[in-house]
């Protein structure tokens, strides 16, 4: 398939999942992205991901994972003009990250209707690290050390990489889970109040039992915690907690209908609860192009015991 075809194979899907989503797609938005990146668009992850619930309903991500070799996304947006150069520290993490870290694959995200806003570097896969490592980043915001006790509290001071959002100036530390036994409803509700989130009802803990990874959210104006997301894989589309409000009907629906690359395997699919510490909202992502890690998760994640 030529280099072409891909752009447009790939950018085809994106309309789709957009208008399940009920979102618009901008093609000067994503066809750069798609174009920048279209030798690796066959071997790339790809996921479409919406939000539901709320203030925050509506809007589809555009999310690609490629091999580090690939120029990393925050100098491929800048040389693309699809973000503006700043001053802000949050200009500054990717490069820190890959100046001091090794590099396993990086990661791009874009908002189909809004543009480029988040870049991610992440480890190599398997590869996690202490927190504290990254303490010593010139761009690290100080809320990460100032929460370090807290964060090994609770089992979040390994890490796999990082994201930086641009358009918020907010960073993620992504924190996989060394087990798969289900958390504990009383762990999670300690770790909301610690961390002065809202806490949530029953269904939201039950849904958290089954995270395979925490992101904790923080910026550079404060040593607080702005966000937590619970992180959960599987390929049950009715993962979501309650069909009760609309958001989250629509959202089963994208479950089972979105489209995915890899006919003949069940979708796969990863889930979010985020918390901050007025809101509580959920993400779904379905996976375009999978590989055989995102394979393994869902092996691992998958129908965990209640």
């Not at 089963?252 to 209908?257: E, H, K, L, P, V």
Request: proline residues 6%; hydrophobic residues 40%.
């Amino acid at each position: 398939m030529s280099k072409a075809t891909e752009v447009d194979r790939v950018y085809a899907a994106v309309e789709k999942a957009a208008a399940l989503a009920g979102t618009v797609c901008a093609g000067d938005k994503v066809r750069p992205v798609l174009t920048g990146h279209q030798d690796l668009l066959d071997e790339a992850v790809i996921v479409f991901s919406m939000t539901a619930s709320g203030s925050h309903s509506g809007g589809l991500d555009l999310s690609m994972t490629v091999p580090a070799d690939h120029v990393d996304p925050y100098s491929f947006a800048l040389s693309e003009g699809l973000i503006e150069p700043t001053d802000h520290p949050v200009g500054s993490v990717i490069s820190d990250f890959q100046e001091r870290f090794p590099v396993g694959m990086y990661g791009i995200d874009v908002d189909v209707a809004g543009g480029f806003k988040k870049a991610y570097a992440a480890f190599p896969s398997n590869d996690v690290h202490d927190l504290e490592k990254l303490f010593d980043l010139p761009s690290m915001p100080r809320a990460a050390a100032e929460n370090a006790e807290l964060f090994a509290r609770y089992g979040l001071d390994r890490v796999t990489g990082v994201s930086v959002d641009y358009k918020r100036h907010e960073l993620n530390l992504y924190c996989d889970r060394a087990t798969t036994a289900p958390l504990e409803a009383d762990y999670i509700q300690s770790m909301l109040r610690e961390m002065g989130l809202k806490e949530v009802g029953e269904q939201g803990v039950e849904f958290a039992k089954k995270s395979f990874a925490i992101y904790p959210t923080l910026n550079w104006d404060s040593s607080k915690i702005v966000r937590i997301c619970f992180a959960v894989i599987t390929t049950d589309p009715e993962t979501a907690p309650t069909k009760s409000e609309p958001e989250l009907g629509q959202m089963a629906q994208y479950a089972n209908t979105a489209p995915y690359a890899y006919v003949g395997e069940q979708r796969a699919l990863v889930y979010g609860l985020a918390l901050s510490p007025e809101k509580e909202y959920y993400k779904l992502g379905a996976y375009y192009q999978i590989s055989d890690y995102q394979r393994k998760l869902v092996k691992a994640f998958d129908n965990l015991p209640e």
